[in-house]
Every structure is written in structure tokens, then in C-alpha cells.
């Protein structure tokens, strides 16, 4: 598989947008900094992310980017796509004339590895390279992050929390 700067390239700059968790925009300037990604090829694949409905953009002072859609909605294979980045195997770019005009012996070997090279990265959400992103920071930096008990156990909610409490309700 042939896979460009520019799918790369766009997975990581709305991973980069995805972690700065801002209620304010974030501008390409910002993103080009971090990941060292050139400002001009960012507006390029930017304004094809925007096209495709997967970030939206705030003009004038303060402006930037945001996402579009929560981050568990947009897989990776959605963002690769945006761009126009294809994701394809064969030699051909699926056209069957790979060998002599006519399908090679493997063009059905390639295709089925596009499949499942597609069905991977369709699998894989931004939230959850996110959520990797951040457990790898955490564990760099040694800070253990902290278990939120109600999503653990909650079928206790906040009545079974006042039950337990030191204060009176």
C-alpha cells in the first residue's frame, strides 16, 4: 500500500487538533509548530478536511479549527479518504491491467489486502488514538491518570454517593 505524506500527514494534524482538548480554535500555525508539517500543505489538506465535513473552521481574530463531529465518529480510513489519499495495493490502482492489459496472477491477493488494510484503519477511531496518545504521555511523565468510579460502577449514581457521604444531604 501506498500510503503519502498526505494521508500521514492528515492523520496527525487532527490527532494534534483532537489533543489540544481547546474551546477556542487552534490554528494551522499552531499545528505546523508542534508537528513540524509545513503551513502551506496544512491549509492544502485543511481545506479538503473541511470539504468532507470533518473539521470546521472560525475566520478572523481568535479563529482557527475545531472538529466537526465528536472524535469516536471519525475513523482514521474516513480521514485518509478526505484528503484523497488512496488506499490501494495493486499496481494497477484496481484497474486490472497489470499485467499486459490483463489482471496479474496477484491482482486478487492485493485487492483483498486493501480490504483488510481498509477495514483496519476504518476500525480505529480518532478518540482512540487520543486516548493512546494521552495513556503514552502519562506514563512518560510517571503521572497515573485517575479512575472515574462512575463510569466503572454506575449503577450506584449519585444516590449511592450522598448514602456514603460525610455531609448530610
Sequence with gaps: ?????????????????????????????????????????LEQLFAKLRQRALVDSVRGPGGGYCLARDMAEV????????????????QC?????CHNDKKCMTHDLWIKLNDLIFDHLGAI??????????????????????LDMRKVMPER?????????????
Excluded: C, W
Design 1 to 41: 500500500m501506498r500510503l503519502t505524506t498526505k494521508g500521514r500527514f492528515a492523520v496527525t494534524a487532527l490527532l494534534d487538533l483532537a489533543m489540544q482538548r481547546s474551546a477556542h480554535p487552534v490554528t494551522l500555525a499552531e499545528i505546523s509548530q508542534r508537528q513540524q508539517i509545513s503551513l502551506s500543505y
Design 75 to 90: 475513523s482514521i480510513a474516513e480521514i485518509i479518504l478526505a484528503v484523497d489519499e488512496p488506499m490501494d495495493s495493486t
Design 93 to 97: 490502482s484496481g484497474k486490472e491491467n
Design 125 to 146: 477511531t480518532l478518540k482512540q488514538l487520543v486516548d493512546d496518545q494521552r495513556a503514552r504521555q502519562a506514563k512518560q511523565s510517571g503521572v497515573v491518570p485517575m
Design 157 to 169: 449514581g449519585v444516590m449511592a454517593e450522598r448514602e456514603h457521604s460525610v455531609y448530610p444531604a
